[in-house]
């Protein structure tokens, strides 16, 4: 068996597995990162495995880029002023690149012009080459080149890249068209310019956003930024980006901020300076209203009372929480609780830039308003389920109004179904679909002060039970004996549940052999002391619980495995006729100290190109030893014909695993041999 390993620093990748001995590992359009060391294992259970390495190396060149940094000195004691440029050149490669300059069709070297020097910086290993023109001089407004080379290897043509340094070459600098932030709505088109103010070559703009990629819809053109309809979603913070390969890239920001009002709450909190939490007629009771806001300057919020608007009072006071504290939130406080004051509160929600549906919250306050009680039916904890079912927990709340409900994992910090670490439910339902093993627990479900009290929550738990049928191993196992021999199976219990009550069922096609129930062992064992004709096929083990059953397989067979070539057969073709060769055979058989040895022989098949299969059957006297090596000598082999040989072990079970190979004729290297 060949397996082939790639290893790349601590990174392995596996590539495949194949039973072919002289496997080749073929990469179609190979890329740079699958450069590395390869390794190729053959084994086939006798001693060691045999490893060899190959190393892969990659070759390539990217296009060289070159940038241009300035530093201009201070004027010192007025006569000396200093203005130096550096010039840097990059190229991505394997092998290492070997950077040249030129200035016009002058080539440059250090030390051939005293205003030039050429150095490569300490933090660097050979991949740049920075050009520097010290206190710059009028021959140095020039035309620069820089040749990549990695030295023609592979073919690979140099690369180079030139710019134009003048007096006039400066970093770019931009400016924005937009105001900052952007404020719109939904479904609006907006438009984005940047434009350069400076910069030398003219710099490339172009737009990014810090969120990752632009909208999929928007276009993009230079330092236009076109968004056709926005969406909430693409909210952020977008940047125009000028370069031109002088200094560092400019680069300026705008937020765009998409209005939204969404999720729309209210509470009610009974007199805080009493212990009762119902509400009751001279005590004070608070209504409270949140909304989420984008942006939130622009909230604004209006009071009614059964469809009239409501103004701050004596014993109406309306305020807004501080948005540190609560954002996007309003109270109204009714001092002194009056019979006349039971109605419909109406809280609105809007956004003054407009073009956002209000938000209008109504909240019922009555003799009939009461905290909130959570109760569990009987039936409903524990609640045993299969796993697959979809399944509903349920908790019962009574009150007015009814609250939102809270599910929580209550036995473990986990995250529930959906994958947040608490669900909301309206009705106190939880839903779970496609229950599995690992949702058995306890569930808690508690009362929201969101639609309804401001109160200390209530709570309940729920236990879930979730059954699943045994997990068992194997799964499948063949194994091969011959008649004669003993065989004992064994199908272990990994987890089930429950656990109590497993029984077990041992058949052999379709007859029942033994059953029986787990005690404390967690596997049963099957054996069959001494192997029969009758005793060969497909043996089930079932392992029963009240949620299903798993399954342990085995077949029994005698049936041989597979021959192994051997490759190393020391001038293994020979010629005696001047239109035919001969060549000789070799293999050795694996496991084969049984019973069922092969007593019998080999099938032995040859089918050169597309002909038929020719077959003859190969005898073998005795036994065979382990790692015994099988000679068979093919003759009238036509040249230069290329074979394709199959062999099949047969033992008195029948014929077993066959093995292939592909035979090749080769001529003699000595013209002098041709005559023997």
Not at 331 to 358: E, P, Q, R
Not at 415 to 441: F, H
Not at 512 to 525: A, K, N, P
């Amino acid at each position: 068996q060949i397996r082939w390993t790639k290893t790349a620093g601590s990174a392995s990748d596996r590539f495949q597995d194949s039973s072919v001995f002289n496997e080749t590992l073929r990469i179609s359009n190979i890329q740079r990162h699958q450069g590395g060391r390869y390794y190729c294992k053959a084994e086939n259970g006798l001693g060691s495995p045999a490893i060899k390495s190959i190393r892969v190396d990659v070759y390539y060149l990217d296009d060289p880029i070159v940038t241009v940094h300035q530093s201009i000195g201070e004027a010192k004691e007025q006569f000396y002023y200093e203005k130096t440029v550096f010039l840097r050149c990059v190229a991505n490669s394997n092998p290492p690149v070997r950077y040249s300059w030129r200035r016009g069709q002058e080539v440059l070297l250090q030390g051939s012009d005293k205003g030039v020097e050429i150095y490569e910086p300490f933090f660097t290993q050979g991949e740049t080459k920075i050009l520097k023109l010290k206190n710059l001089r009028p021959q140095d407004y020039a035309n620069y080149s820089c040749i990549a080379s990695v030295r023609n290897v592979c073919s690979i043509p140099d690369k180079m890249v030139s710019f134009r340094l003048s007096n006039k070459t400066a970093s770019p600098s931009i400016k924005l068209l937009v105001d900052d932030p952007i404020v719109v709505n939904p479904g609006e088109a907006i438009t984005l310019v940047c434009v350069t103010t400076g910069g030398e070559p003219a710099p490339s703009l172009t737009w990014v956003r810090s969120a990752g990629a632009l909208p999929d819809k928007s276009v993009l053109n230079g330092g236009t930024l076109t968004i056709p309809a926005i969406a909430a979603e693409d909210s952020g913070s977008y940047s125009c980006i000028a370069n031109n390969n002088v200094g560092n890239p400019a680069k300026k920001s705008t937020n765009i901020i998409v209005r939204a009002l969404k999720k729309g709450r209210f509470w009610i909190t009974p007199d805080p300076y009493h212990k009762d939490d119902n509400i009751q007629i001279g005590r004070e009771v608070k209504i409270s209203c949140q909304v989420e806001a984008i942006p939130s300057e622009e909230l604004a919020f209006s009071w009614f009372k059964n469809g009239r608007p409501l103004r701050s009072s004596e014993r109406m006071v309306i305020t807004q929480t501080d948005p540190d504290v609560s954002p996007g939130t309003t109270n109204l406080d009714i001092i002194d609780l009056k019979f006349t004051d039971f109605g419909t509160y109406t809280c609105v929600a809007s956004l003054k830039g407009g073009g956002i549906s209000d938000i209008s919250i109504d909240v019922n306050i009555s003799s009939s308003t009461v905290p909130p009680n959570l109760t569990v039916p009987q039936e409903k904890s524990p609640l045993v389920t299969r796993e697959g079912d979809t399944i509903e927990l349920q908790c019962q709340v009574t009150g007015k109004p009814k609250p939102i409900i809270l599910w929580s994992r209550a036995d473990k910090e986990v995250a529930m179904p959906d994958g947040a670490l608490q669900t909301e439910s309206y009705d106190g339902i939880l839903r779970i679909v496609n229950v599995s093993r690992e949702m058995t627990g306890t569930y808690r479900c508690q009362t929201s002060q969101y639609n309804g009290f401001n109160v200390k929550p209530r709570e309940a738990l729920v236990q879930l039970i979730v059954q699943y049928p045994p997990a068992v191993e194997p799964a499948f196992l063949e194994l091969r004996q011959g008649q004669g021999r003993g065989v004992t199976m064994s199908c272990r219990v990994l987890r089930a549940y429950p656990t109590r009550v497993l029984s077990y069922e041992w058949r052999l096609g379709g007859r029942v052999l033994r059953t029986g129930h787990f005690d404390l062992q967690d596997s049963t064992e099957y054996t069959v002391s001494s192997l029969a004709r009758d005793s060969y096929g497909l043996y089930n083990c079932n392992i029963i619980n009240e949620a299903g059953a798993g399954r342990c397989s085995f077949l029994v067979t005698g049936k041989a495995y597979a021959p192994e070539f051997y490759y190393d057969t020391y001038n293994p073709l020979w010629q005696n006729r001047p239109r035919v060769y001969s060549y000789s055979l070799q293999w050795t058989q694996m496991n084969n100290q049984t019973p069922s040895a092969l007593t019998l022989g080999f099938l032995f098949g040859l089918q050169a190109g597309q002909q038929r299969w020719w077959e003859q059957e190969i005898t073998v006297n005795g036994n065979i030893q382990k790692g015994e090596l099988i000679t068979y000598n093919l003759t009238e082999l036509i040249k230069p014909e290329a074979y394709e040989v199959r062999l099949t072990p047969i033992t008195r079970f029948g014929e077993g695993d066959s093995t292939i190979r592909v035979i090749k004729y080769s001529a003699p290297v000595n013209p002098h041999l041709r005559k023997y």
